[in-house]
């Protein structure tokens, strides 16, 4: 019973770990209030574009 407990604590540990891996720090959006601004250059802004965040310039 252990053994299965750690098996799924395990595969639920990878789950996560590739799914951080897969995205490589692309965030998914609906609206553009959606996309986080600390990740944007001083000079661009935060933009929904076809369901993604991306740093457009001013």
Do not use: H, S, W
């Not at 639920?12 to 250059?41: A, E, S």
């Amino acid at each position: 019973m252990a053994e299965i407990l750690k098996f799924a604590c395990v595969m639920i540990i990878l789950l996560f770990i590739m799914c951080i891996i897969v995205t490589n720090g692309i965030f998914l959006c609906d609206r553009d209030r959606d996309c986080p601004k600390p990740d944007c250059l001083p000079e661009e802004y935060p933009k929904c574009v076809r369901g993604v965040c991306k740093c457009i310039q001013f």
